[in-house]
C-alpha cells in the first residue's frame, strides 16, 4: 500500500498521526468501559478526577471544547447513573455546579483497570523511554494550543 500523505508538510503529518492515534485510543477504550459508559462520559469524569473541584456547566464545556447543550446531556445522563452530582451554585442563584461522586470514581478508575493490559502491551511495544521522551513534546503542544484556542 502507497502511502500518499508522505509529501504533505511535516505538521500536517504530525498532526494527522495524532487525530487517527486519537480515533483509534478512543475507539479501544470505549470498546472496554464498564456498563453502558460512552467516551463522552468518561472524558467527563476523567476531567472531574483529575482536575478536582465543581464546575459550572460552562467552564465543563470550554475545558473540553464541546457545545453547551452536549454537556448538558452528559451530564444529564451521568447524574441520573450517580457518577455526578449536580449542585446549585451559592454565587449565581440560576447557575449550577457538577461535581464527581464516589461512583463516579469508581466508574473511571474500572475503565482505567480495564484498559491497563492493552496499554501495558502497548507500552511493552514501544518502550516506556519513548513514551517518556514525548511526553514533554505532547505536554507543550497541549499548552500552545490551549492559549490559542
Known sequence: MTVKSQGDP???????????IDQLSKARLESVLPGDMKMSHFILVHHLERLGGQWS????ANALQVTRAAITNTVT???????????????DGRGKLVSLTEAGRDMRNEGIRRIAPF???LQRQIGEDSFATALPLLEEIRRFLDEHR
Do not use: H, S
Request: charged share 25%; aromatic share 10%; no cysteine.
Open 77 to 91: 445522563r451521568l447524574e441520573a447513573q450517580g457518577l455526578v452530582r449536580v449542585d446549585p451554585d451559592p454565587a
Open 10 to 20: 511535516m505538521m500536517f503529518r504530525f498532526f494527522t498521526e495524532l487525530g487517527i
Open 119 to 121: 496499554m501495558g502491551e
Open 57 to 60: 456547566p460552562a467552564r465543563l
